[in-house]
């Protein structure tokens, strides 16, 4: 199940303390055409609510913030031949990031899908 961000990324866990991060499908519409996904390096350390990566899209680069604090324990490597694999399928294929959860009681201040999709509705 995942959950969301008021920045518009996801998270979803998949094993034990381990959590897949991507952008949602909204944020990639908004976005545009992807052209570059600047990722982190496997072992950074990422705190939520930082920035700790950028994608740039023909219309803009856009910082990308940790929704959970932990450490990148691997990176979408797809995405740098085939960036727009964030357009094509943001919350699934075009995943960005795993990390190992510091922390997984911060899951608990995301959005459900539900929740989230009130939040774009009432955010446009």
Request: glycine share 8%; proline share 3%.
């Amino acid at each position: 199940m995942k959950k969301y961000s008021k920045t518009h990324e996801w998270v979803e866990v998949l094993e034990g303390s381990k959590a897949r991060i991507g952008i949602s499908n909204h944020a990639q519409e908004e976005l545009g055409d992807i052209v570059y996904v600047d990722l982190p390096e496997v072992g950074k350390e990422i705190k939520k609510g930082e920035e700790f990566m950028s994608i740039e899209s023909v219309k803009a680069a856009e910082d990308i913030y940790a929704p959970v604090s932990g450490k990148v324990v691997a990176v979408n490597e797809k995405l740098s031949d085939t960036p727009e694999l964030v357009n094509q399928d943001a919350e699934g294929e075009g995943w960005l990031v795993e990390v190992e959860l510091s922390d997984p009681s911060e899951l608990d201040d995301l959005m459900t899908e539900e929740e989230y999709k009130k939040f774009v509705e009432q955010e446009g």
